[in-house]
């Protein structure tokens, strides 16, 4: 588990003062965090509080309208050819481009991250296997369902070995018990081998077990930002309660709301 209390030299992430404007709306207002090496933080909160843009605004997927990001101390913007190479971004709603078939879109994303040919086909043995996807790698898109298409670009986040993961609602679209179990297994695994993560869901109780911290978003700014643990003291739920991480969310959500 990462130190929260670790210095600027563990610090993967640093996000300072983000803002982003859409045409009638501020997605985002002065969201400033730190993610630290090998430490796993949950971004959570209600629908439109700004995940996803925060989450894109770190994976250099859009512009901030204000503020700033630092990527291994890198500028997200500036230096971001340098920043992908060592990450990897999983959006919601996956974009799989022209290639006809999720093995070809696969062996596209091996040849970005420069894995060997050896290397990819390993890999893409053990990640297929264990998400029950091999049968299904050399058929056309159209005979996907979404979910085995989102077990797709799961194997996608997963096949290059980098320090730093970003996933947008990983646990989302349509993929079953089975696909949960395996994709909790390899953030568990990512883990273990010091990587960092940061990832957004609604699965609460996921996000209570996965999490090293957790970062609450209502209505584009950091409400609370903890452990699992110090969400659930600071909203004052009891012990007793069945789902606290569940409790906590509501408990404060709602108090922001009437303030």
């Not at 979910?147 to 980098?162: M, T």
Request: net charge neutral; glycine share 8%; hydrophobic share 40%.
């Amino acid at each position: 588990m990462a130190d929260p209390e670790a210095g600027s030299n563990d610090r993967v992430i640093q996000a300072v003062g983000l803002r982003k404007k859409y045409p009638g709306v501020e997605a985002l207002r002065g969201v400033s965090l730190d993610v630290h090496k090998g430490e796993i933080l949950c971004i959570i909160g209600p629908n439109g509080a700004g995940k996803t843009t925060l989450l894109y605004l770190l994976g250099g997927v859009v512009f901030a309208s204000a503020g700033h990001v630092t990527v291994f101390g890198l500028h997200r913007w500036k230096e971001n050819f340098e920043i992908r190479r060592r990450s990897v971004v999983l959006p919601a709603l996956p974009i799989f481009g022209s290639s006809p078939t999720p093995y070809e879109y696969l062996r596209f994303l091996a040849q970005i991250y420069s894995l060997s040919k050896e290397t990819f086909l390993a890999r893409l043995r053990q990640l297929a296997a264990e998400m029950s996807l091999s049968p299904h790698l050399n058929k056309p898109w159209s005979a996907l369902s979404p979910g085995l298409a989102k077990k797709v670009a799961l194997i996608g986040c997963f096949l290059p070995e980098v320090p730093l993961r970003i996933l947008d609602e990983p646990f989302a679209g349509g993929i079953d018990p089975l696909g949960m179990e395996v994709l909790y297994g390899w953030m568990r695994e990512a883990h273990e081998r010091g990587e960092t993560l940061v990832f957004s869901t609604q699965v609460l109780d996921q996000a209570q077990h996965l999490a090293d911290r957790i970062a609450l978003l209502h209505e584009g700014r950091v409400l609370a930002l903890g452990s699992p643990g110090e969400l659930i003291e600071k909203a004052q739920v009891p012990s007793t309660d069945p789902r606290p991480l569940a409790r906590a969310f509501l408990t404060l959500t709602r108090t922001e709301a009437k303030e």
